[in-house]
């Protein structure tokens, strides 16, 4: 089964899609916090915690080892449904493997984001035990974005951490909502989604008749209100 995910900073939508069942957890950026206005990280973060029971990843934004660690560590205290979302490199290409290391070591749920091939699923793995729960999120659409098929990185990793109980892969970045069809058959334990998407999601199901007279319908609708005459 494919959990899905909402990924989603604004409190009055987290707090409408919290409520369905579909819904599975939620997971925030600092750029989806900024755009949801959000001024305190920590304040807003906690905030969005206390709405859910569901997992919440929330993500570290200091850009060395050190400062990763520290942020880490304060913001697995925010909630028992919290997980630690961390970049498996910097913004210098250098590989995080010593912030995965340390904070698994201490038992903390981490997402470990922007991952785009098996290689680095594979210097995940070598880095985290078998115990502590693990997402390792693959950026299929920014894959996909740039020319380069993001199945086969999927295929791999999966393959690799069938060994890992406690380890799940997550499909990001969608850009449609057939991408949770492809992630269901690829074995994907999550999917994160907007909420755009996921309302698309659940209107999963219509015939092709059914799309073929609403698609028609609304082009009716729209030459309505355009009053065009030939």
């Given at each position: 089964?494919?959990?899905?995910?909402?990924?989603?900073?604004?409190?009055?939508?987290?707090?409408?899609?919290?409520?369905?069942?579909?819904?599975?957890?939620?997971?925030?950026?600092?750029?989806?916090?900024?755009?949801?206005?959000?001024?305190?990280?920590?304040?807003y973060s906690k905030e969005i915690i206390k709405i859910t029971n569901k997992p919440v990843s929330c993500e570290v934004f200091a850009d060395d080892i050190k400062n990763m660690i520290l942020q880490g560590n304060q913001i697995s205290k925010w909630g028992k449904n919290v997980y630690v979302k961390v970049p498996i490199t910097n913004s210098e290409g250098k590989f995080m493997g010593k912030v995965i290391k340390t904070?698994?070591?201490?038992?903390?749920?981490?997402?470990?984001?922007?991952?785009?091939?098996?290689?680095?699923?594979?210097?995940?793995?070598?880095?985290?035990?078998?115990?502590?729960?693990?997402?390792?999120?693959?950026?299929?659409?920014?894959?996909?974005?740039?020319?380069?098929?993001?199945?086969?990185?999927?295929?791999?990793?999966?393959?690799?951490?069938?060994?890992?109980?406690?380890?799940?892969?997550?499909?990001?970045?969608?850009?449609?909502?057939?991408?949770?069809?492809?992630?269901?058959?690829?074995?994907?334990?999550?999917?994160?989604?907007?909420?755009?998407?996921?309302?698309?999601?659940?209107?999963?199901?219509?015939?092709?008749?059914?799309?073929?007279?609403?698609?028609?319908?609304?082009?009716?609708?729209?030459?309505?209100?355009?009053?065009?005459?030939?």
């Open positions: 089964m494919t959990k899905i995910f909402c990924d989603i900073a604004d409190i009055n939508l987290i707090k409408r899609f919290n409520k369905k069942k579909i819904v599975k957890g939620f997971t925030t950026n600092p750029s989806l916090m900024r755009k949801a206005g959000a001024k305190n990280y920590s304040k904070l698994n070591e201490r038992k903390i749920k981490l997402n470990i984001t922007a991952v785009y091939n098996s290689e680095q699923t594979k210097r995940i793995l070598k880095k985290i035990n078998k115990k502590t729960d693990v997402i390792i999120s693959i950026f299929a659409g920014r894959m996909a974005d740039s020319g380069k098929d993001p199945i086969p990185q999927f295929k791999k990793s999966l393959k690799l951490a069938k060994k890992f109980k406690n380890v799940k892969i997550l499909w990001a970045s969608t850009r449609e909502p057939y991408n949770y069809l492809q992630a269901k058959n690829l074995g994907c334990q999550i999917i994160t989604a907007p909420p755009s998407i996921i309302e698309k999601i659940e209107n999963f199901g219509k015939s092709f008749e059914k799309l073929t007279t609403d698609t028609v319908k609304g082009f009716l609708i729209d030459t309505k209100k355009s009053k065009f005459n030939l």
